[in-house]
């Protein structure tokens, strides 16, 4: 069922440093690309979204970069901060219906 | 205001017993769906329910089954379980306008299942 293939499966960042997940999807119908944070114990939370018609969107530290004719998108967390800590993952929809979720990428931020 | 409340938070079930799983959802929301996340993976899509009806399913079994009430709130119902229905179940608010979604969803903290 999954569509949406995320990398990598962990990552290991500095204090202050640029944390970079990617996602890749096949079903070009998918039209909303959002991306949600999981602490332990906790339920996904939305941190940013983006739609197909624009290649980049900033929301503080936050930016999704969304390449359409690779079928490929990003997220990047400028200057990380311990409290980033948490795992990550991207999720794909068509119509805002069910959500594919990729499989989450494990994000530990060194002080 | 509240969010996305579910119980039990936690239960352990064994093979072949039935589990029923509730959920509210954030005030104003009148969406719900669930979502089952393996240990490690990234949530699963099981079904929506929308005006009491059932809008959408994933893959899964028709051992798993739903409800959802007037007041918005829904049941998630698991008969015959096995062993690799162990996970954590995730119920999601969100609003439709016109009968179309309207975006983000709101997770709740999830009931733990185990089946032994």
């Known amino acids: 069922q999954q569509q949406v293939k995320q990398s990598p499966q962990s990552l290991i960042v500095q204090k202050g440093g640029i944390s970079i997940i990617n996602c890749a999807y096949e079903?070009?119908?998918?039209?909303?690309f959002p991306w949600y944070q999981q602490f332990p114990g906790k339920g996904p939370a939305l941190l940013i979204a983006?739609?197909?018609?624009?290649s980049e969107k900033k929301e503080g530290r936050f930016t999704i970069s969304f390449n359409k004719s690779a079928k490929q998108f990003s997220l990047h967390i400028m200057d990380s901060q311990p409290g980033d800590s948490a795992t990550y993952f991207c999720?794909?929809?068509?119509?805002?219906?069910?959500?594919?979720f990729g499989a989450g990428t494990r994000l530990t931020v060194k002080p | 205001d509240a969010g996305v409340t579910q119980s039990p938070t936690h239960l352990i079930k064994t093979r072949g017993q039935q589990v029923t799983l509730r959920c509210s959802p954030k005030?104003?929301?009148?969406?719900v769906s669930w979502y089952q996340q393996a240990l490690g993976q990234g949530p699963q899509f099981i079904f929506q329910?929308?005006?009491?009806?059932?809008?959408q399913r994933g893959n899964f079994p028709d051992r798993f089954s739903g409800h959802q009430f007037p007041n918005y709130s829904s049941e998630l119902n698991v008969n015959a379980l096995l062993l690799g229905d162990s996970a954590l179940y995730l119920c999601?608010?969100?609003?439709?306008?016109?009968?179309?979604?309207?975006?983000?969803?709101?997770f709740g903290e999830g009931s733990r299942l185990t089946v032994l």
């Open positions: 999601a608010s969100s609003l439709r306008i016109g009968g179309r979604n309207t975006g983000e969803l709101f």
């Open positions: 079903n070009t119908a998918f039209d909303y």
């Open positions: 983006i739609r197909p018609d624009v």
């Open positions: 999720a794909a929809s068509m119509h805002l219906g069910d959500m594919r």
């Open positions: 005030s104003g929301h009148d969406t």
């Open positions: 329910y929308y005006e009491e009806e059932e809008r």
